[in-house]
């Protein structure tokens, strides 16, 4: 099965979203809390697919504190922020913090199954590439992505990625010196049925750059092209 924990605080939209997804065949797992979150997924031995976060959840852990803390145990897992129209900010922090994608309240049963099915469709993607994939290794000038066991170094040193940032770079070394635009990048990474915005691929951008920049602020590597997208330039 297809495994799904939703922390949903509000019961109205938390067995919304488990009765559209149960329908398009997913197991699901309820929390009411953040800190509810928590206990089951280390109860269930962290064996979900995609989680399913509120941003404004009561207790000690809100949905953005659930975000960081799960990315930080599993960088495969797939997560999804539930927004208001109002948390444009906290949409950025959470992305920022590793989710996957966010869906902005209200939604419609289509594209709430839509966006876990592409994020659970990557996730499942992921897992097969890292059991089937042959080519051990891809280098492009200091760096190197191991497609094996979904890792990337510079200079020898290992860099965690989430899943959403390792297929970028995988992107990117496969297309060096192109300019990529935002569109392909979304259609590459999130899938070509992906309804959301392209601005997520500009945060998940700073993110990378954190990682792989000398100096983030001064990229050398992932170059932007004005009003288009992102190029690769391994030296």
């Known amino acids: 099965m297809k495994k799904v924990l939703v922390a949903e605080d509000e019961q109205n939209i938390r067995e919304f979203v488990v009765i559209n997804l149960q329908r398009a065949g997913y197991e699901i797992t309820e929390a009411e809390t953040g800190d509810q979150a928590l206990e089951l997924y280390e109860r269930g031995g962290g064996q979900f697919d995609v989680v399913?976060?509120?941003?404004?959840?009561?207790?000690?852990?809100?949905?953005?504190?659930?975000?960081?803390?799960?990315?930080?145990?599993?960088?495969?897992?797939?997560?999804?922020?539930?927004?208001?129209?109002?948390?444009?900010?906290?949409?950025?922090?959470?992305?920022?913090?590793?989710?996957?994608?966010?869906?902005?309240?209200?939604?419609?049963p289509s594209e709430l199954v839509a966006r876990v099915d592409a994020v659970h469709r990557r996730v499942a993607m992921a897992a097969e590439q890292?059991?089937?994939?042959?080519?051990?290794?891809?280098?492009?000038?200091?760096?190197?992505?191991?497609?094996?066991?979904?890792?990337?170094?510079?200079?020898?040193?290992?860099?965690?990625?989430?899943?959403?940032?390792?297929?970028?770079?995988?992107?990117f070394f496969d297309n060096p010196g192109i300019?990529?635009?935002?569109?392909?990048?979304?259609?590459?990474?999130w899938g070509p049925s992906y309804v959301g915005e392209e601005k997520i691929v500009d945060v998940n951008i700073r993110r990378?750059?954190?990682?792989?920049?000398?100096?983030?602020?001064?990229?050398?590597?992932?170059?932007?092209?004005?009003?288009?997208?992102?190029?690769?330039?391994a030296t």
């Open 52 to 108: 399913i976060l509120d941003i404004m959840m009561p207790g000690t852990n809100d949905g953005l504190a659930v975000c960081r803390e799960l990315r930080g145990r599993n960088p495969s897992i797939g997560i999804i922020l539930l927004t208001a129209k109002t948390q444009e900010m906290d949409k950025v922090s959470g992305l920022m913090m590793g989710a996957d994608d966010y869906v902005t309240k209200p939604f419609s």
């Open 130 to 171: 890292n059991q089937a994939d042959r080519r051990s290794e891809v280098r492009s000038g200091k760096f190197a992505l191991n497609l094996r066991n979904r890792s990337f170094t510079k200079d020898g040193a290992p860099i965690e990625l989430t899943q959403v940032e390792f297929q970028m770079m995988e992107y």
């Open 179 to 189: 300019a990529l635009s935002r569109g392909d990048i979304l259609r590459q990474v």
């Open 208 to 233: 990378l750059r954190m990682k792989v920049e000398d100096e983030p602020s001064t990229p050398q590597h992932i170059i932007t092209v004005w009003g288009l997208g992102y190029r690769w330039k």
